[in-house]
């Protein structure tokens, strides 16, 4: 071969590695860009519901039937917002980034996973809980990273999917300050399954999240440190009790929340679809009704409630649990953005404090943990991501086992009520309704 015609097929060969090797690095830059902006939403996203909390208990300490006519008048401030102005920003967002992950119409995908939709679920989000509502921000969060990368997926269309799964993963880690739980999300709950081309991506987009919410609000945990321990004997029974209540408790919720996302039958789904905002502020009402027959403790995200119970500060009154899942399901059906973690944690605190008098050889704190691991399980059918999120947010590896044990008791007594996972058949109902014939949600690998 001529001296002239090598030269030009190196030249050649180094210019296409030079092209590919920018493809990758833009890639990577994307995420972490991406990532950071992540981080950013999620630290404010916290800020905005705790000052609405805050704002809420100052409206409501003149008297406590205030919340009658507050609160269903924000949920149905909230809900006209959510179906006219900001669509697609209801409930947890969670289901919509499933969707969006799984449908091939771009313009679907984006009304979705849109900026203006994220920009719409903070405020949103915040007038609910401004005015009481059971919900949490770490679901929202979710669906707001997945419309920041989205937004800066648009230079690299073929990656899209990959990007919304990164964005909604890094939107949990930053939100609890638990990375290993937001990987396991996006692969468990989010993903379904497990790409090997994407997982890098995805631990940079977390970790660049990660580290912009550590730079703001410092390194914390998000329930505080505990050091409570299960010694393998007797009181190993308390996990089969409460992982099957947590589990059965659970999937009625994600039942009855499936339920109204697909309609309820007869006259009465009829009446709820022609008056949409009406039933928001009846089950505004109702979360008003839970809230003074608590003495106003099942408001908000119930992080404050649920932290005191784990740590022993404040005793569970026995009918905190019942009356935070209700106030919880009437907040997730009204068709408010509002997300489901906080909340159904606090829940699972309630039940495990609850049975403190049944099992009192066992510390209130292993009673907790089991019951807010299993309660969630329940819900999500989620079973990995359970378990590791309560386990980063405490620090406490000594329950690492009898977490595990409470989560699989629990994904198994959920399944006996509700077959499909929560999100996944919310999923479906969105493509539904958006595609003639829509793509059937991925359940597995």
């Not at 905005?48 to 805050?54: E, I, L, P, S």
């Not at 292993?366 to 947010?393: C, H, K, N, R």
């Amino acid at each position: 071969m001529p001296p002239r015609s090598r030269y030009r097929r190196s030249i050649t060969r180094l210019r296409t590695a030079s092209l590919d090797a920018y493809g990758i690095w833009r890639g990577r830059l994307l995420f972490l860009v991406g990532g950071v902006c992540v981080g950013l939403a999620a630290v404010l996203m916290a800020r905005c519901a705790d000052a609405a909390q805050a704002a809420f208990k100052l409206a409501i300490a003149p008297s406590p039937l205030i919340a009658l006519g507050l609160t269903p008048t924000g949920f149905a401030l909230a809900a006209l917002l959510a179906r006219t102005v900001f669509p697609n920003s209801q409930g947890s967002g969670i289901p919509q980034v499933i969707a969006a992950r799984q449908t091939r119409d771009p313009r679907l995908r984006q009304s979705l996973v849109s900026l203006r939709v994220g920009i719409g679920k903070i405020a949103v989000m915040s007038l609910g809980l401004l005015c009481g509502a059971s919900a949490g921000r770490e679901g929202p969060t979710v669906q707001v990273g997945a419309a920041i990368m989205a937004a800066v997926g648009r230079l690299t269309p073929e990656r899209l999917p990959g990007l919304i799964l990164a964005g909604g993963a890094a939107g949990v880690a930053a939100a609890f300050n638990t990375p290993l739980a937001g990987i396991v999300f996006g692969i468990e709950e989010l993903g379904r399954a497990y790409d090997t081309r994407t997982s890098g991506l995805i631990v940079a987009g977390i970790v660049a999240a990660g580290l912009t919410s550590l730079w703001l609000v410092g390194n914390y945990t998000y329930f505080g440190t505990t050091q409570a321990v299960l010694p393998l004997g007797e009181s190993w029974g308390v996990v089969l009790v409460l992982g099957i209540a947590g589990g059965l408790a659970g999937g009625l919720f994600s039942r009855v929340v499936i339920l109204f996302g697909r309609g309820l039958p007869g006259r009465a789904g009829r009446i709820v679809a022609r008056a949409p905002i009406r039933f928001a502020a009846l089950c505004g009402l109702g979360v008003a009704l839970c809230g003074l027959a608590s003495g106003g403790t099942v408001y908000g995200t119930g992080y404050e409630e649920a932290r005191a119970i784990l740590h022993g500060d404040a005793p569970a009154a026995l009918d905190y649990a019942p009356l935070k899942f209700l106030a919880t399901i009437l907040s997730a059906i009204s068709g408010i953005p509002g997300g489901l973690f906080a909340p159904s944690l606090a829940v699972g605190a309630g039940l495990g404090g609850a049975v403190q008098g049944v099992f009192s050889g066992v510390p209130v704190g292993a009673l907790v943990l089991i019951g807010m691991v299993a309660y969630l399980t329940g819900v999500l059918q989620a079973p990995i991501t359970s378990f590791v999120i309560v386990t980063e947010m405490t620090q406490d590896h000594a329950m690492m086992i009898p977490l595990m044990v409470a989560a699989l008791v629990s994904d198994a007594a959920s399944k006996l009520v509700c077959r499909g996972g929560l999100y996944h058949s919310l999923a479906e109902i969105v493509l539904a309704r958006a595609d003639p014939v829509p793509e059937p949600v991925r359940r597995g690998p």
